[in-house]
T-cell receptor, first 112, second 112 residues
Framework: GESVGLHLPTLSVQEGDNSIINCAYS??????FIWYKQESGKGPQFIID?????DKRQGQRVTVLLNKTVKHLSLQIAATQPGDSAVYFC???????????FGIGTKLQVIP | DVKVTQSSRYLVKRTGEKVFLECVQD?????MFWYRQDPGLGLRLIYF???????EKGDIPEGYSVSREKKERFSLILESASTNQTSMYLC???????????FGQGTRLTVV
């Protein structure tokens, strides 16, 4: 999961296993929660989002779960592949001017 | 495909210099953002803009200003560069009402 500090949390997963990346958010007024993937040397890339009135959303090989009671968000990646190795960021969007703020990120390492 | 282009990939500037980072998007997006990315701190929002000539402070605006004279262009200005502004700067844009943001490739700024 994510935590405040200078060290990037790292998750190591065997190829073919499922990955779960966790995130705690702070703003109850956020209307969307978003996951981004950042590969080395590139800008972040959108993966999936979930609206605040939902608790689950599925995409291709990914599922996002939202627990508003404990302000927790998770990204599940099924059958993790080497190409999934990257840093994953959760982000929250606050309505009105649509300000988007990011967490510190989790590094996913896929072991072949 | 949406394209967000940052004018420089790498920049080296001296302390006290005025620095301009330029960002252009080609998809007529209303929202544009400037973030800085530092190891272990994730992406931190400096400024964002939801319309031409409109700007809002993000979480760390001190030492920075922005300009949005045209819809497609969002400039980040370091009035007097300091060594603690050495960082990776990321520009992003998004259409109004959507949570997905599109990022540029980043500008690695070193202030010496």
């Amino acid at each position: 999961g994510e935590s405040v500090g200078l060290h990037l949390p790292t998750l190591s997963v065997q190829e073919g296993d499922n990955s779960i990346i966790n995130c705690a958010y702070s703003n109850s007024a956020s209307d969307y929660f978003i996951w981004y993937k950042q590969e080395s040397g590139k800008g972040p890339q959108f993966i999936i989002d979930i609206r605040s009135n939902m608790d689950k959303r599925q995409g291709q090989r990914v599922t996002v779960l939202l627990n508003k009671t404990v302000k927790h968000l998770s990204l599940q990646i099924a059958a993790t592949q080497p190409g999934d190795s990257a840093v994953y960021f959760c982000a929250e969007r606050t309505g009105g001017y649509q300000k988007v703020t990011f967490g510190i990120g989790t590094k996913l390492q896929v072991i072949p | 495909d949406v394209k967000v282009t940052q004018s420089s990939r790498y920049l080296v500037k001296r302390t006290g210099e005025k620095v301009f980072l330029e960002c252009v998007q080609d998809m007529d997006h209303e929202n544009m953002f400037w973030y800085r990315q530092d190891p272990g701190l994730g992406l931190r929002l400096i400024y964002f803009s939801y319309d031409v000539k409109m700007k809002e402070k993000g979480d760390i605006p001190e030492g920075y200003s922005v300009s949005r004279e045209k819809k497609e262009r969002f400039s980040l200005i370091l009035e007097s560069a300091s060594t603690n502004q050495t960082s990776m700067y990321l520009c992003a844009s998004s259409p109004s009402g959507q949570s997905e943001a599109f990022f540029g490739q980043g500008t690695r700024l070193t202030v010496v």
